[in-house]
């Protein structure tokens, strides 16, 4: 059936360095992919989202790279802060029905 | 602009016993969706509603699982009789526009927790 995973279940970095998170999907008709950020204790929060006619999105921090022939995106974080600890869930839909699939996701530990 | 609210917040049942979540959505989003999010685990697709009627319920446990947006705005999902594996937590989420993706805005869940 579709999947969407992630590359690594933890990922540590210093604060101030930047982050990448990987994901990759299974579901080459997937045409909307979404990223998450989830404290403990709390809901999904959303971060970014892309179409599958782009490649790259930039928001507050945050680059999304969509890589469809290889069917990977990634989350970058810039100048990763000790309140960017979390764990980030990635999600894809296909069809136009907002239909999410969820990866396991990574835990992301700032370290001072 | 007011999130998604949910009720309660944390939950503790013996297994066959029923219990009922809350749901009520961001002012105006036309739909919402019920997860299932297991410790350790991704969210998982219960059941979505494009205003009062069913868009998707394939992974609804539908012995035991029911959901109902009577109204077309607040949500109600109940399990009865509850088993062990139901021990999750309970997230709602809502979007504005169906068929067109847009991100989802959740609710911070009810934990439910099965003795």
């Known amino acids: 059936g579709e999947s969407v995973g992630l590359h690594l279940p933890t990922l540590s970095v210093q604060e101030g360095d930047n982050s990448i998170i990987n994901c990759a999907y299974s579901?080459?008709?997937?045409?909307?992919f979404i990223w998450y950020k989830q404290e403990s204790g709390k809901g999904p929060q959303f971060i970014i989202d892309?179409?599958?006619?782009?490649d790259k999105r930039q928001g507050q921090r945050v680059t999304v790279l969509l890589n469809k022939t290889v069917k990977h995106l990634s989350l970058q974080i810039a100048a990763t802060q000790p309140g960017d600890s979390a764990v980030y869930f990635c999600?894809?839909?296909?069809?136009?029905?907002?239909?999410?699939?969820f990866g396991a996701g990574t835990r992301l530990a700032v370290h001072p | 602009e007011a999130g998604v609210a949910q009720s309660p917040r944390y939950k503790i049942i013996e297994k066959r016993q029923s219990v009922a979540f809350w749901c009520n959505p961001i002012s105006g989003h036309a739909t919402l969706y019920w997860y299932q999010q297991i410790l350790g685990q991704g969210p998982k697709l219960l059941i979505q509603?494009?205003?009062?009627?069913?868009?998707?319920d394939s992974q609804l446990p539908k012995d035991r699982f029911s959901a109902e947006r009577l109204k077309g705005v607040d949500s109600t999902l109940k399990i009865q009789p509850a088993k062990l594996e139901d021990s999750a937590v309970y997230l709602c989420?809502?979007?504005?526009?169906?068929?067109?993706?847009?991100?989802?805005?959740f609710g911070d869940g009810t934990r439910l927790s099965i003795l």
């Open positions: 999600a894809a839909s296909s069809g136009g029905y907002n239909k999410l699939i």
């Open positions: 989420a809502s979007s504005s526009l169906l068929g067109s993706n847009q991100p989802q805005h």
């Open positions: 579901n080459s008709a997937s045409d909307y």
């Open positions: 892309i179409r599958s006619n782009m």
């Open positions: 509603f494009q205003n009062n009627g069913v868009v998707d």
